[in-house]
């Protein structure tokens, strides 16, 4: 293995779309009739939008140099189940969405190397030793570091440098300077690094436990957490990460920004768009939920409310969802952004209205009902060749509606 001063997630992860554009758009909602009614998804007259044609564009993928080894069956499975098995939800370090696991099937050193990181993040250690007794080379750190800022916030809120062959020092909340150089502290306060990570693990278990049964199948579960986050967190209109939208993955961004603010939300209750959009896809993740983050592009000159023609030309017409699988593969839209912004504008009318979730569950006739995405392509993925055009190989289809 060739020792460096330093071994890193490289940055490269983003990509252009090169996404043909088209939208129709029909967007109802309630009026209120009395002074108590907020406004609901169906009392808006309808808005015409003309029908632009829409044209075949080919996306170019950027292919990762992997190598295929075999994996063990049990690293691709959903995993252990504490609710399942318990009744009550255990915080897990090493929970990674389904979808994630079987990408990384021919990746077993990458994939337990993310693990690794997980782990040692979750007990806070300053200095880890990789677990078995092979020499990982670069290309397999960094490609599970990867997968761990992929999965988890906190892992995007540390750098790692190599200290010796499979040891390695991690350095938390890294401050980042104007020209892009980190900057490491060298006696950190670590108190402080267990507080802040251990309010967010106890976030996400209290979440959960508050808002989800035993009973709860896996799209109840994803419903369930959807509702609750909605109503818990408010969205902050950060027009900068909009814009990247429109050039680059802005989920990547995220990642790769060692930012603390989903970390700090116990306390802040505060997140942008994709920041919001990360946190509900992690929560899945610890609730074995197999999912997918998607990101269309739709354009159109008029909404209708201001937050949407605002947010939409901020970003170019990019939109991020996320796709839900079901335990019989069934998958369903689930538009958790729109309905947090959906619930805003209703709150403004009556401060205790409760989340209609009109964009929970969608199927793609629904979904282009209310935005007509032309094209769609995976945002996250550990296979950077895995883009797609919606309805094709890689982005589920989504035949039905979810109606529970």
Avoid at 108 to 133: C, M, P, Q, R
Avoid at 242 to 255: E, T, V
Wanted: hydrophobic share 35%; aromatic share 10%; net charge negative.
């Amino acid at each position: 293995m060739k020792k460096t001063n330093k071994t890193r997630l490289g940055t490269n992860l983003k990509r252009g779309m090169s996404l043909g554009l088209s939208i129709v758009m029909t967007f109802a909602v309630l009026m209120a009739n009395g002074c108590d009614k907020a406004e609901t998804i169906d009392d808006y007259p309808e808005v015409q939008v003309p029908v632009e044609e829409i044209t075949d564009v080919e996306v170019t993928p950027v292919v990762d140099e992997d190598e295929e080894v075999v994996v063990a069956k049990e690293t691709i499975d959903r995993g252990y189940d504490s609710i399942y098995d318990t009744g009550t939800f255990v915080f897990n370090p090493e929970a990674v969405n389904p979808v994630l696991k079987e990408e990384m099937k021919n990746k077993e050193t990458s994939y337990k190397v993310g693990i690794d990181i997980l782990n040692a993040i979750h007990e806070h250690k300053t200095e880890f030793e990789l677990s078995g007794d092979d020499e990982v080379d670069e290309l397999d750190f960094n490609r599970g570091f990867k997968l761990a800022r992929i999965t988890s916030p906190m892992a995007t809120c540390v750098d790692i440098t190599m200290v010796d062959t499979n040891k390695y020092k991690i350095n938390y909340f890294p401050a980042v300077s104007a020209d892009g150089t980190i900057n490491f502290e060298e006696d950190q306060d670590m108190s402080e690094v267990e507080n802040r990570l251990n309010a967010f693990e106890e976030y996400v278990t209290e979440m959960i436990n508050n808002n989800i049964t035993a009973d709860d199948d896996y799209m109840q579960r994803a419903k369930k957490i959807y509702k609750a986050l909605i109503e818990d967190i408010e969205l902050v209109h950060d027009t900068e990460i909009l814009g990247k939208a429109n050039l680059s993955n802005p989920m990547y961004d995220i990642r790769d920004s060692y930012d603390t603010d989903i970390i700090d939300v116990p306390e802040t209750k505060k997140l942008n768009h994709y920041q919001f959009l990360f946190l509900y896809d992690y929560f899945l993740s610890e609730l074995n939920v197999e999912h997918y983050v998607v990101l269309g592009r739709t354009l159109e000159e008029e909404y209708a409310f201001d937050w949407l023609n605002e947010d939409m030309e901020s970003s170019g017409g990019i939109w991020a969802w996320i796709i839900v699988n079901d335990e019989d593969n069934n998958s369903y839209n689930c538009d958790i952004l729109m309905d947090e912004l959906l619930l805003d504008e209703q709150r403004k009318t009556k401060e205790d209205y409760e989340s209609d979730m009109v964009f929970f569950g969608m199927s793609d006739k629904t979904r282009n009902e209310s935005f007509n995405y032309v094209g769609g392509y995976l945002a996250v993925t550990m296979n950077s060749n895995n883009t797609t055009g919606n309805g094709s190989s890689g982005v589920p289809k989504c035949e039905n509606d979810y109606n529970k």
